[in-house]
């Protein structure tokens, strides 16, 4: 299984970046899906969640309005676009997958991480 992220970048405040997780080795559609961050020196935090049947959407409470996580099955990939990007926003991107998952329960270990990709946001 490999889940490749991509799509980060350098962007200044304000600014929109979108995401791409492409998945393969795995029945894409029977997963849920996620996006975590992590700044240097803090913890990782989850950003955002699909349901594995695409019917739910979930987002922290410091993206909300933001960004906007999507799914395309048939390409087997997840996508966070990100608009009016912040400086707190820098962090190294994580997507994730979880089987048969909603959008509530991405505290358990997931089944699967990408590798992350680098978002930065210059004030």
């Known amino acids: 299984v490999q889940l490749q992220a991509s799509g980060g970048g350098l962007v200044q405040a304000g600014g929109s970046l979108r995401l791409s997780c492409a998945a393969s080795?795995?029945?894409?559609?029977?997963?849920?899906m996620a996006w975590f961050r992590q700044a240097p020196g803090k913890e990782r935090e989850f950003v955002a969640a699909?349901?594995?049947?695409?019917?739910?959407?979930r987002y922290a409470d410091s993206v909300k309005g933001r960004f906007t996580i999507s799914r395309a099955n048939a390409k087997n990939t997840v996508y966070l676009q990100m608009n009016s990007l912040k400086p707190e926003d820098t962090a190294l991107y994580y997507c994730?997958?979880?089987?048969?998952?909603?959008?509530?329960?991405?505290?358990?270990?997931?089944?699967?991480w990408g590798q992350g990709t680098q978002v930065t946001v210059s004030s």
């Open positions: 994730a997958a979880g089987l048969r998952r909603g959008v509530d329960r991405w505290r358990s270990p997931v089944d699967y």
């Open positions: 080795g795995l029945t894409f559609g029977n997963y849920g």
């Open positions: 699909i349901s594995w049947v695409g019917d739910g959407t």
